[in-house]
């Protein structure tokens, strides 16, 4: 019989006899919830050790597929969680993560001031 059977025919028959169910023996992971006065993680990401090639291309693959799952979520919060996915990788693998975080930062920049700069043509348009 397989174990998985002889766990069933076993907890089965304790079922019967009136025992109680023997206890697990794995416990459930513990969820940590961050406290209140906990600091906020840092976005920066630390690249150490040479660069190599094959691996930051490969960081910045995973990188490119993330923000495109997460293309709903505001640009904060993508960069947010690279950042924290970078954390204890390799250094070429954070560096590559890193570059498309340069990126997402530069855009969200240009996003703002394009934004302004429309406002005012907009504005400038009404007035005439």
């Given amino acids: 019989m397989g174990s998985l059977a002889e766990m069933a025919l076993e907890h089965a028959r304790r079922r019967?006899?009136?025992k109680p169910a023997k206890a697990p023996t794995s416990?459930?992971?513990k969820i940590s919830t961050p406290?209140?006065?906990a600091k906020p993680r840092s976005l920066e990401v630390v690249v150490t050790g040479p660069i190599n090639h094959f691996m930051f291309l490969e960081g910045r693959s995973w990188a490119v597929d993330m923000v495109t799952s997460l293309r709903a979520s505001p640009v904060a919060v993508v960069i947010e969680r690279l950042a924290g996915a970078?954390?204890?990788r390799p250094g070429s693998y954070a560096a590559g993560i890193q570059s498309v975080?340069?990126?997402l930062?530069?855009?969200d920049v240009t996003d703002h001031r394009d934004a302004r700069n429309m406002t005012h043509q907009a504005s400038n348009c009404s007035d005439n």
Avoid: L, M, Y
């Fill in 27 to 29: 416990k459930a992971p």
């Fill in 35 to 37: 406290s209140p006065d």
């Fill in 105 to 107: 930062q530069e855009a």
């Fill in 86 to 88: 970078a954390v204890d």
């Fill in 101 to 103: 975080i340069k990126e």
């Fill in 16 to 18: 019967i006899s009136g």
